[in-house]
């Protein structure tokens, strides 16, 4: 039987890292994934004369050689950073709210996006500060705190970031009100919310101004050929490092011992796999769902327990004009109905009322990633609930062409670009599409829920407890680091190191 | 000056909120249902509607309907849904290596629904020819996922399709004026439709049934004079007798025609978006007769296998009995994506690879021709 100390189940942006770590750990190791292409949702598709991007808006906390964030650290550490080519994004957002009177336009670096925000806002400027220094404190605590593996000393927490403890229960609501931040500055700086997918009352203020900071400070990056060439940088790595990849190949069962561990593999043609440690880029729901015959209670409940986060729609675009003939000006758009997002949420549950959209012009960032004269434009939204599983088959490619045009008419309103009359390519990715490239239950892009519970601080304390099968961890959006590119690949070197660990202590 | 953040009016108490979050949700998680967790979900089944995969399918029905085509209907295990317009893979076991060819659909998407779906092949190659000489009703086959773009998009399309057909290139727009007149789909179709003589028009019953104010068709014969029928080869004059205001075109049919109508085309000076051509030919080459060796990589297997400068990667490996993706065959899809571990090839058709799979030295097996000595992996089917 084939044996390998190590079997990571997907590649996407989790599994990929997961497995470079294992690798130079010193394990042998494969990656299996169902799909032909690596990367998860971190690729691209052609059409026509144009290179879609799939999904990565704006790569998070990367900065540049000489101000460099996290990501690029980890990155330098798998070596990969100089596989592929980095382009820096101009600014940071422009959000549009038409029916509050809210337009404005934000760029990176801490000081310029607070005098900018004093500009809008007359008298935010205290407040908005607090802000960053409250933000700046939470990145230094959470370096302290990995840097410990998670085991944090509570008297030197809150003895040197006594501000991180104090405000890291709260949502990020009751932060801004206690920072007695003007409304109309919690409504700018509230602007990323539908990047992590929860509201601003459920969602833990340190994961959002932890987010929030990182992207301004550092600024936001994007390869040139794509997400693709990520992924692709990152196999090449695997290879490099004596890894097997296997694509077109899923694995449909995890063996378990008579204590319950993982004892092996089963890929779709019946290949057996003999191996201890499998670290799962994929839903836990899917694994406890499908691919264990028996699972421990407890991981039951807790998997029940949880909630899944929105479920991913995403229109592209190919125009046969340049970004400036349409007037498309901008790189980044939120275009909101409301800036209350409790409300928002609240709105994006149905097909028939979700009119949000995060928008990009790649164009705008990298201005030859389409042919002179034309741009290239994607539009994403988030789906709070079910409600694409009322949509049958034979409805489905005119409830697509319904939102599709719902997106074009709002952002032509929200902005003042024309397009609908040049488009050249159109494709549209819904919850089923999602469901069917990445297996994600329900089509959700965005992993568990970021709600109240089960935010970023308490995943990560209980690192060690959520681990309760002896052999099987979890990388990418559904793990401790929850959803996007940055948490996914931080997800994949914890549990790939993590895996390492596992098996110098237990073989 | 650091400031210090307090919500409550102690601060000790917003310390204490804080150790409350792990016990908080360590009781949640234990509150969950002890229930099954699902192996599946609602949205994920559909998706299998709409993506069913490879499938068997059992050969019902041979219509012959021209002296050279013949349309082959099938009973699918699921029922699928596409979009008029779309290729599916038929495949099958042909003495001892599996081949498989992209076809048209030119049944309705609403057949699918009730597992039913029709290809109308013309004979002219190894595939077809087995089809024209073997296949019987009863037998199974494997097809594909509905693939392929060349589908009415009511988003970026002009209302009015201009459709422009070539001998069996008929067959997506008989999908699609289904789909019309079944309700399917809401547009006004112009379906141009050449062939030699009024003996080769495929489904000429079927279509003038179907036509009505949204759909109209016009017979061209290059090889006949007959009244009712317009003659000579369909360019801008016989378009602009039928047609006027805003249309888009779509055409299928053979290389030869797509050459004539680009030019002929010029005359209207339609943008990019307003042609669309149904891209099912790869490159050809014509070249010298070289013999090379491909080794390639399989899941965990090896093999070596006899390849010929005239003929693609993807046919020296399908020859040699090897299982490896195939849908378009025309370079598109992506589907047969393979990693080129040394040698060369050359790809003499349009590359239409991602940009990071040239940098990477990923290539397309189905429109590539060896140069060389190759060695590759490729993905299992
Ligand atoms: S089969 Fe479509 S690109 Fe090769």
New binding site residues.
């Given amino acids: 039987m084939t044996k390998y100390d190590a079997v990571v189940i997907g590649a996407g942006n989790g599994g990929l890292v997961a497995a470079i770590r294992l690798l130079q750990g010193g394990l042998k190791t494969l990656i299996v994934e169902k799909h032909n292409l690596p990367g998860g949702f971190a690729t691209s598709f052609r059409r026509g004369r144009f290179e879609f991007e799939a999904s990565l808006h704006e790569l998070n906390d990367f900065g540049a050689a000489n101000n460099a964030g996290d990501v690029r650290v980890l990155f330098d550490e798998l070596g990969v950073t100089d596989k592929i080519e980095w382009i820096q994004i101009p600014e940071a957002y422009r959000v549009i709210a038409r029916s509050e009177n809210l337009d404005a336009t934000m760029p990176f670096g801490v000081q310029a996006f607070i005098d900018k925000m004093e500009a809008y806002v007359p008298g935010s400027r205290e407040s908005v500060t607090k802000f960053f220094e409250l933000a700046e404190e939470i990145r230094l605590a959470q370096a302290y705190s990995s840097s410990v593996n998670g085991q944090t000393d509570s008297k030197y927490m809150v003895a040197n970031y006594g501000n991180f403890v104090r405000c890291g229960s709260y949502s990020v609501n009751q932060v801004l009100k206690t920072l007695k931040m003007p409304q109309k500055a919690v409504d700018i700086i509230s602007a990323y919310w539908c990047y992590l997918g929860a509201n601003l009352d459920d969602m833990s203020f340190v994961h959002y101004a932890s987010m929030v900071n990182r992207y301004i400070l550092r600024g936001a990056a994007m390869p040139k050929m794509r997400s693709h060439e990520i992924s692709l940088a990152m196999v090449e790595r695997i290879r490099e490092l004596g890894g097997d990849v296997l694509f077109n190949t899923e694995a449909v069962k995890i063996l378990t011992d008579a204590e319950g561990g993982v004892s092996g593999v089963v890929l779709d043609d019946g290949t057996e796999i003999a191996t201890r440690h499998v670290v799962c880029n994929c839903a836990p729901h899917v694994v406890y769902g499908k691919m264990m015959d028996k699972v421990p209670e407890a991981e039951v409940r807790a998997t029940n327990a949880r909630k899944f986060a929105g479920r991913g729609f995403t229109m592209f675009l190919g125009l046969d004009r340049s970004a400036d003939e349409l007037g498309i000006e901008n790189h980044n758009y939120f275009l909101y109905d409301t800036m209350d997002s409790v409300k928002q949420y609240d709105r994006m549950r149905t097909i028939a009322d979700n009119d949000v959209q995060a928008t990009v012009c790649l164009n705008r960032a990298l201005p030859d990633c389409s042919p002179e004269g034309t741009c290239m434009m994607y539009f994403t939204t988030l789906y709070m609930s079910d409600d694409w599983a009322n949509v049958k088959a034979e409805d489905y490619f005119k409830t697509k062409d319904y939102v599709a045009d719902k997106m074009i008419a709002r952002f032509e309103r929200d902005t003042g670009a024309k397009i609908r009359d040049h488009i050249e390519e159109i494709s549209v990715a819904t919850p089923m599409t999602y469901a069917r490239y990445c297996g994600h239950p329900q089509g959700v892009i965005y992993g568990y829920e970021s709600q109240y519970w089960d935010g970023l601080m308490p995943r990560l304390q209980m690192m060690a407890e959520d681990h309760r099968i002896r052999g099987l961890r979890f990388a990418g959006g559904y793990s401790m680091r929850l959803s996007g590119y940055s948490s996914a690949y931080f997800s994949g070197d914890i549990s790939g190191r993590q895996t390492v660990g596992d098996f110098k202590r237990e073989g | 000056m650091p400031f210090t953040f307090k919500k409550q009016i102690f601060g000790f108490m917003d310390l204490i909120r804080f150790t409350k979050m792990v016990p908080k949700r360590r009781e949640k998680l234990a509150e969950g249902s002890a229930e099954k967790i699902p192996a599946t979900y609602r949205v994920n089944e559909t998706a299998k509607i709409l993506h069913p995969g490879y499938q068997s399918a059992k050969l019902v029905k041979i219509t012959q309907n021209t002296a050279d085509t013949k349309t082959y209907e099938f009973e699918t295990d699921k029922p699928f849904y596409f979009r008029a317009g779309q290729y599916m893979t038929l495949g099958t076991n042909v003495n001892g290596s599996e081949a498989s060819r992209p076809y048209a659909v030119s049944s309705a998407p609403g057949a699918a629904l009730g597992k039913r779906v029709a290809f109308t092949v013309k004979k002219c190659g190894f595939f077809s020819g087995y089809l024209f000489d073997n296949a019987k009703e009863g037998d199974i086959f494997t097809v594909g996922d509905p693939s392929g773009e060349f589908c009415y998009e009511p988003l970026k399309d002009a209302k009015h399709v201009v459709a422009v057909a070539g001998g069996s290139g008929i067959t997506p727009f008989y999908s699609m004026a289904q789909a019309i007149a079944d309700g399917t789909m809401d547009f006004k179709l112009t379906i141009f439709y050449g062939a030699k003589t009024e003996e080769d028009l495929i489904f000429k019953k079927e279509l003038d049934a179907l036509g009505s104010d949204k759909i109209r068709l016009v017979y061209v014969l290059s090889d006949e004079k007959k009244a009712g029928y317009e003659s000579g080869f369909i360019g801008a004059d016989l378009i602009s007798k039928y047609v006027s205001g805003d249309f888009t075109v779509m055409m299928c049919g053979p290389q030869a025609m797509y050459a004539f109508l680009d030019k002929e085309l010029k005359k209207f000076d339609l943008p990019p978006r307003r042609i669309k051509k149904e891209a099912n030919t790869v490159g050809v080459r014509d070249v010298k007769e070289e013999h090379y060796k491909i080794k390639v990589k399989i899941g965990f297997e090896s093999y070596t296998v006899d390849a010929d400068s005239r003929e693609t990667v993807l046919v020296a490996l399908e020859r040699a009995g090897l299982k490896v993706p195939?849908?378009?065959?025309?370079?598109?899809?992506?589907?047969?994506h393979a990693k080129l571990v040394s040698g060369s090839f050359s790809i003499p058709g349009a590359d239409k690879r991602r940009l990071a799979d040239s940098k990477f030295g990923y290539f397309?097996?189905?429109?590539s021709y060896p140069d060389s000595d190759m060695e590759i992996i490729a993905n299992k089917a």
């Fill in positions: 195939a849908k378009c065959r025309a370079g598109g899809c992506g589907f047969c397309h097996p189905c429109c």
